[in-house]
């Protein structure tokens, strides 16, 4: 009986157009232009639960993936990690090769993460020319007013969950840069990581002191993360002596240098562990904790 009402109501629904519009709702379209002609992309729903992406050039299939969750990124908007909904996606040429670049976000449906990174360049192919697993950190909006390629933000979160975790993950400034054996790849901006224009602000010494009091390193961590990835390491040690001496509670908390030492060891697994060394080179010696 049930599956003749069914078959009624769907017939039904047919016979309105209604079934129609309710697909057409499952469905993100977005025609893109480039100098190498137009190509046609689809973020389709599946009975599944998951999402298939679909990437054409006239009628043939560039990419076609199946994932829990997919965006198409405008670097530009104020929350690129959002996915981009309107009609005219910003796109550019981050490698130089003359050709234009698109970035696509997937999102395995955890409750805070974890997020990947992907960027094709459109010619007769989609060629992947990055993929970064960003766990539960987000691409941010990219700067403007910059000479050279354009620069790729995103957040590290190596130590998101680490002890208590971090409010605020620091910020990675990423730029296509020639390759001795590859034809290129995306690598840390060191002087744009120095010049310390994409750093969250610092929380206040008091912000410091107090969460310390209470147990807490989170507001440590994001002290000494800003001053770590804008080269600035030798400050954030001697800023940890400073302020762990009477705030913290050793007895639980344990000693400056025991947290310093386990905050480096940490360092260590990020994936862009190699660029902090560099920037911090001379101010403190890796080799203790690896």
């Not at 224009?197 to 107090?210: A, F, G």
């Not at 905050?263 to 101010?283: R, V, W, Y």
Request: hydrophobic letters at 35%; proline letters at 4%; one cysteine or more.
């Amino acid at each position: 009986m049930q599956t003749r009402i069914l078959t009624k109501i769907v017939a039904l629904f047919l016979s309105l157009g209604i079934v129609d519009s309710a697909l057409a709702a499952d469905v993100q379209t977005f025609d893109l232009q480039t100098p190498n002609g137009p190509y046609h992309v689809e973020i389709r729903e599946r009975s599944e639960g998951d999402e298939r992406l679909l990437v054409q050039k006239g009628k043939k299939n560039l990419l076609d993936q199946t994932e829990h969750n997919f965006a198409l990124i405008d670097p530009t908007s104020k929350e690129p990690n959002l996915g981009y909904s309107g009609g005219s996606l910003p796109l550019f040429d981050f490698d130089g090769n003359g050709t234009k670049d698109l970035i696509v976000r997937i999102w395995n449906g955890g409750a805070h993460c974890c997020y990947t990174y992907d960027i094709y360049s459109l010619a007769n192919r989609a060629s992947k020319i990055w993929h970064f697993s960003a766990g539960d950190g987000h691409m941010l909006t990219m700067p403007t007013n910059t000479s050279g390629l354009p620069i790729i933000l995103i957040e590290d979160s190596t130590f998101r969950y680490w002890g208590v975790g971090t409010f605020v993950m620091p910020v990675v400034a990423l730029r296509w840069q020639p390759d001795k054996v590859k034809v290129g790849a995306f690598k840390v901006d060191l002087d744009r990581m120095r010049s310390g224009k994409d750093k969250h602000p610092l929380p206040t010494v008091e912000e410091v002191k107090r969460s310390l009091k209470n147990h807490s390193t989170n507001d440590l961590c994001d002290y000494m993360l800003n001053l770590y990835y804008t080269g600035h390491a030798k400050e954030a040690n001697k800023f940890l002596e400073t302020v762990w001496t009477g705030n913290a509670d050793i007895e639980k908390m344990g000693t400056a240098a025991a947290f310093r030492h386990d905050f480096m060891k940490q360092l260590t697994t990020s994936p862009f562990f190699d660029a902090i060394e560099t920037l911090n080179h001379g101010q403190v010696d890796f080799q203790e904790v690896k």
